[in-house]
C-alpha cells in the first residue's frame, strides 16, 4: 500500500515557473515509477511525465517537452515536477501516480496506475 501526497500548486502568470511534489510513503515506494497526469476541466486525463523506479529514465509528453523536468529523491522519498514557461494550457489538476508497470505508455488513456494522489491544482493565469 501507497500514499501518495502532492503539493505546490498555486496559481502563476504565463511564463512564470512552479516546482510541484510528489511525497510517496510506503514500504515499497521504490519498486513504482511515478508519473505526473494531470486533467483539464472538460478534457481527458493526460500523461504528463513519469520517472522509472530507479530515477534513471525521464519521459515527457511532447506538449511538455523542454518545459517541464521531473526528478525523484529516493532519499526523501520525494518526486518533483519543475514546470517552467507555463502557458495558460496546462492550468489542470495535477496528480501524481504510481505504477509497478514502469513508464512505458505513460501517455495512453489506458496507462494502468496502481495507486493516486489527490492532486494539485494549478491556474495559469494573468
Known amino acids: 500500500q501507497l500514499q501518495l501526497v502532492e503539493s505546490g500548486g498555486g496559481l502563476v502568470q504565463p511564463g512564470g515557473s512552479l516546482r510541484l511534489s510528489c511525497e510517496v510513503s510506503?514500504?515499497?515506494?521504490?519498486?513504482?515509477?511515478i508519473s505526473w497526469l494531470r486533467q483539464a476541466p472538460g478534457k481527458e486525463r493526460e500523461g504528463v511525465s513519469c520517472?522509472?523506479?530507479?530515477?534513471?529514465?525521464?519521459n515527457y509528453a511532447d506538449s511538455v517537452k523542454g518545459r517541464f523536468t521531473i526528478s525523484r529523491d529516493n532519499s526523501k522519498s520525494t518526486v518533483y515536477l519543475q514546470m517552467n514557461t507555463l502557458k495558460p494550457d496546462d492550468t489542470a489538476v495535477y496528480y501524481c501516480?504510481?505504477?509497478?508497470?514502469?513508464?512505458?505508455?505513460?501517455?495512453?488513456?489506458?496507462?494502468?496506475?496502481?495507486?493516486w494522489g489527490k492532486g494539485t491544482l494549478v491556474t495559469v493565469s494573468s
Open positions: 501516480a504510481a505504477s509497478l508497470l514502469g513508464c512505458g505508455g505513460f501517455t495512453d488513456s489506458a496507462y494502468e496506475v496502481h495507486y
Open positions: 510506503g514500504f515499497t515506494r521504490d519498486h513504482y515509477a
Open positions: 520517472i522509472s523506479s530507479s530515477g534513471f529514465s525521464t
